[in-house]
């Protein structure tokens, strides 16, 4: 009498071998879940600030208007001179040129996070 001790073996070790890919797949989707989830959650922060930053400085670049202006007014009464007068608009200059980068940042910032969005969808 003949037992067939290893019929099946193959079968077997196929389906050990899928549900070994599968285990694979399922651990490499999991890490770019995690990997998507992490830069979303970066683009969003690097957003927030950006848009935080470029508020900051629209503020700061009215402020700086407003005290360019009374140094102007100050300097019609005589009361500076036009050194403090040309100062001041370098300020405004300054803080302006500093407000467009700011939001040429949010612009970039914005497109980063849609990017990523649109990979996550």
Do not use: C
């Not at 009215?62 to 040309?86: A, D, F, H």
Request: charged share 20%; aromatic share 6%.
């Amino acid at each position: 009498a003949q037992f067939p001790l290893f019929q099946g073996g193959s079968e077997f070790g196929d389906i050990r071998l899928a549900q070994s890919q599968l285990k694979v797949v399922q651990l490499t989707y999991d890490q770019q879940h995690r990997l998507l989830t992490t830069q979303l959650n970066q683009d969003l922060i690097g957003l927030r600030s950006a848009i935080s930053q470029q508020q900051l400085m629209a503020d700061a670049v009215t402020k700086i208007e407003s005290s360019y202006r009374l140094s102007v007014n100050e300097y019609q009464r005589g009361l500076v001179t036009n050194l403090e007068v040309l100062s001041s608009l370098d300020q405004v200059v300054s803080a302006k040129r500093t407000q467009t980068r700011a939001v040429v940042d949010v612009a970039a910032k914005t497109t980063d996070f849609n990017l990523t969005w649109g990979v996550a969808h």
